[in-house]
């Protein structure tokens, strides 16, 4: 069992920039590939990025693709999702998860969640 935290959120104006961290209890993160949904209202998980058990391989939405960057260290049991050059369409709740799969995209690969974090990117 792992318990993730997510942190981080907040409200940006369009073009500004945030990180999201999600820290892991009960169990160490590198057992574990880790990814990045994001929820808006009324919407279902979205996909938004993925990293490997070795932090070698990741994988990312189109529409985040050059601005968002995942990346994780094991040493803190921590996963990060750096956002720049955010846009009004990234506002949403935005959840960690870890999946036992090398890689995984969709949220029904992954075992466990955080309870998110609000963004919220104004004009």
């Known amino acids: 069992q792992v318990q993730l935290v997510e942190s981080g959120g907040g409200l940006v104006q369009a073009g500004g920039s945030l990180r999201l961290s999600c820290a892991a209890s009960g169990r160490t993160l590198s057992r574990y590939s880790m990814g990045w949904f994001r929820q808006a209202p009324g919407k279902g998980h979205d996909f938004v990025a993925t990293?490997?058990?070795?932090?070698?391989?990741?994988r990312y939405a189109d529409s985040v693709k050059g601005r968002f960057t995942i990346s994780r260290d094991d040493a803190k049991n921590t996963v990060y999702l750096q956002m720049n050059g955010l846009k009004t369409d990234d506002t949403a709740v935005y959840y960690c998860?870890?999946?036992?799969?090398?890689?995984?995209?969709?949220?029904?690969?992954?075992?466990?969640w955080g309870q998110g974090t609000q963004v919220t990117v104004s004009s």
């Open positions: 998860a870890a999946s036992q799969l090398y890689v995984a995209v969709t949220p029904t690969s992954y075992n466990y």
């Open positions: 990293i490997t058990r070795s932090g070698t391989s990741t």
